[in-house]
């Protein structure tokens, strides 16, 4: 079965850092999109991509924040300068295949990248 | 923008018995309310889900219904087993537009099933 696949599963960096998180999406899909979800706290919307752009983002998603999908496969999310209360777990997610726009709303999750900042 | 609230935060059922959990919701306009099922060292899987224009779901063990009116749904476990024992997340997403797969999601719910 397809799945969304993430890495590193666990990444450890320095309070100022840069850090690239790396999702391959499922195959054919069309949406793309970051979650995260801090330590005993819900699971929260980052952003959403869609045809080479970002659809919607939310508060969080502020300008030390980037996403790219740099070639057919992989889908990125760049903290620029890291701060210790961006430790959380970021979650990947893809949905819709073409010509099935129903399904758009059926998030297809990876395993997730623990993210530490020290 | 939308709220979640789950209930409760943490369920022991004893196997075979039937489990429940519940969410409500804040805004009116969210028609698509999906179930995730997450296991340890793994991400949400989508279980089951419904959209504002059907009350019920059933799909073998697992059900879910919503009430638009109350802006409450939830989740039915019969028969539960072992392996139903994980954390259970209900969300909600407003109509398409930008926002699609914008999902609010609630609190989660720890599914403890004994043998």
């Known amino acids: 079965e397809p799945e969304v696949t993430q890495t590193p599963s666990h990444q450890v960096t320095q309070m100022g850092q840069e850090v690239i998180l790396r999702c391959v999406p499922i195959?054919?899909?069309?949406?793309f999109y970051w979650y995260r979800q801090i330590l005993g706290q819900k699971v929260e919307f980052l952003v959403s991509?869609?045809?080479?752009?970002?659809?919607?983002k939310s508060e969080i998603f502020d300008d030390q924040f980037s996403v790219e999908r740099p070639d057919g496969s992989n889908f990125t999310l760049k903290i620029r300068s890291t701060k210790l209360e961006d430790s959380a777990m970021y979650f990947c997610?893809?949905?819709?295949?073409?010509?099935?726009?129903?399904?758009?709303?059926?998030?297809?999750f990876g395993s997730g990248t623990q993210l530490s900042v020290l | 923008g939308e709220n979640v609230e789950q209930h409760p935060s943490t369920l022991s059922v004893q196997e075979g018995d039937s489990a429940v959990i519940k969410c409500t919701y804040s805004?009116?306009?969210?028609?698509?309310f999906p179930w995730y099922k997450q296991e340890l060292g793994k991400g949400p899987q989508l279980i089951i889900d419904?959209?504002?224009?059907?009350g019920e779901k059933k799909d073998q063990r697992i059900a879910v219904t919503l009430n638009k009116t109350a802006k409450h749904f939830s989740l039915h476990i019969t028969e539960t087993q072992p392996e139903d024992s994980a954390v259970y997340f209900c969300?909600?997403?407003?109509?398409?537009?930008?926002?699609?797969?914008?999902?609010?999601f609630g609190q989660g719910t720890i599914l403890t099933v004994h043998p």
């Open positions: 805004d009116s306009a969210s028609n698509y």
């Open positions: 997610a893809s949905s819709a295949t073409p010509g099935v726009r129903a399904f758009v709303e059926k998030l297809f």
């Open positions: 195959s054919n899909h069309l949406y």
């Open positions: 969300a909600a997403t407003p109509p398409g537009g930008t926002s699609y797969g914008k999902l609010t």
């Open positions: 991509f869609y045809n080479n752009e970002i659809s919607e």
């Open positions: 419904i959209r504002s224009n059907v």
